[in-house]
């Protein structure tokens, strides 16, 4: 897919369930992941880190 036609996306609060939203949107083809943010900035860099 064209990368001008994507979607940028990235998640605020990278918990419980936050984590998989972040790995999902990383995934899509229709997608342009840029990033996570949570209040907890250990959480978010190993977020991160992971996808």
């Known amino acids: 897919m ?3 036609k994507k979607i ?3 998640v605020v609060g990278v918990g419980h ?3 998989h939203h972040a790995r999902i949107y990383q995934k899509l ?3 342009d992941f840029v990033g ?3 209040l907890n ?3 978010a860099k ?3 880190k992971k996808i």
């Open 46 to 48: 190993k977020i991160a």
């Open 17 to 19: 369930l936050g984590q």
């Open 29 to 31: 083809p229709i997608s």
């Open 41 to 43: 900035q250990e959480r």
């Open 8 to 10: 940028k996306c990235g």
């Open 2 to 4: 064209d990368s001008s």
């Open 36 to 38: 996570v943010y949570d």
